[in-house]
């Protein structure tokens, strides 16, 4: 019985041991992971930064489109050079309306 409470013991003391090192390994990863978040931090205020502006860019990349494509409804010429959504469905408003401009200022030095 002195025997088997000594093994009891050495295998609490084994456990114990095995928790502790687990703690600190835990703790070192908590460590790493606060460096890492420390470092990305002010990167996550600046891709919000060039998110919303990108954002506010492709808005009045489409207000200018539809001001185009009005005046060129209202008129008798046809709109070919004007980009259509079913043309370039994955082009973003803001190419088009780049696409536009340089149509536009083309047609003017022709």
């Known amino acids: 019985q002195q025997r088997s409470s000594e ?5 609490a003391a ?3 041991m ?14 790493k992971l606060k460096e890492r978040l420390d ?10 930064f060039t998110q919303d502006y990108f954002q506010k860019v492709e808005c009045e990349a489409s207000v200018q489109l539809l001001r185009l494509k009005k005046a060129r409804g209202s008129r008798t010429t046809a709109s070919a050079d004007m980009p259509s959504e079913d043309q370039e469905p994955t082009t ?8 536009a401009m340089t ?8």
């Open 39 to 48: 470092y990305m931090a002010p990167m996550l205020s600046l891709l919000h």
């Open 14 to 16: 084994e456990l114990g």
């Open 7 to 11: 093994q009891i013991s050495l295998q």
């Open 92 to 99: 973003v408003d803001t190419a088009k309306w780049l696409h």
């Open 103 to 110: 149509d536009l200022v083309l047609g003017l030095q022709e």
């Open 18 to 31: 095995a928790a502790t090192i687990d703690v600190k390994n835990l703790q070192t990863q908590v460590e």
